[in-house]
């Protein structure tokens, strides 16, 4: 079966500084994973999509990159803020696209 | 524009009572998704809808839960004789169709403590 792996940990760092999410997947490459935002009491927000054939996609302050080889992507926040604190999902789909599998999430931290 | 809402936003219940849930989707969209958090956990799949039909029932946990959608709008999750283990966040989300390169637009959830 598919899994999505995410550290467990929460990540803190310093404003301003690059913030660096790790999410590893299991079997055969998802054709595409997802990353989304959830901050407490809502509903995850969709951030960013990447595609297997695309090595790297940016948003504004979000850079995620798809290694197929390492089963692995990252997602990046660059000169991150206060406001960054969230919980960041890693998501993959099945075959038809009509479910995600999501990874546990990672809590990131940014202290002033 | 009107977002996905869910409701109530949260329930008590007892053990053994059942418990509906409601899900209102982004108007126009065709595919309802419904996912259940538990504390600490990821979401976990339970049901898609496309249109009225739900062609993926598989990861419902048990046969007490049953979904519906009427009008292809609209879906109700109920949970017959609710256990504690049931307690979670109860998530759902639409997107204009199932497909990979849909965003799944995600409601506040529902909040379901069974004592």
């Known amino acids: 079966s598919q899994k999505i792996e995410q550290n467990s940990e929460a990540l803190n760092i310093q404003e301003g500084k690059t913030a660096t999410l790790t999410c590893n997947y299991t079997?055969?490459?998802?054709?595409?994973l997802q990353w989304y935002r959830q901050d407490p009491g809502r509903g995850p927000v969709f951030l960013l999509l990447?595609?297997?054939?695309?090595k790297e996609k940016r948003k504004e302050r979000l850079k995620v990159t798809f290694d197929t080889t390492l089963k692995q992507s990252l997602f990046h926040i660059t000169a991150s803020q206060p406001a960054d604190s969230a919980t960041y999902l890693c998501?993959?789909?099945?075959?038809?696209?009509?479910?995600?599998?999501f990874g546990g999430g990672t809590r990131l931290m940014v202290k002033p | 524009g009107a977002g996905v809402s869910q409701s109530p936003s949260n329930k008590v219940t007892e053990k053994g009572k059942d418990v509906e849930l409601r899900c209102d989707p982004i108007?126009?969209?065709?595919?309802l998704y419904w996912y259940r958090q538990s504390l600490g956990q990821g979401l976990e799949f339970l049901i898609y809808?496309?249109?009225?039909?739900?062609?993926?029932k598989s990861g419902l946990p048990s046969d007490r839960f049953s979904a519906e959608r009427t009008g292809g709008s609209v879906s109700t999750l109920t949970i017959q004789r609710t256990q504690q283990e049931d307690s979670a966040v109860y998530l759902c989300?639409?997107?204009?169709?199932?497909?990979?390169?849909?965003?799944?637009?995600f409601g506040p959830g529902t909040r379901l403590t069974v004592l």
């Open positions: 989300a639409s997107s204009l169709v199932a497909a990979y390169t849909d965003t799944q637009y």
């Open positions: 079997n055969y490459s998802p054709a595409y």
């Open positions: 990447i595609r297997e054939n695309e």
């Open positions: 998501a993959r789909a099945n075959n038809a696209g009509n479910m995600l599998t």
């Open positions: 108007s126009g969209h065709t595919a």
């Open positions: 809808f496309q249109g009225n039909s739900a062609p993926d």
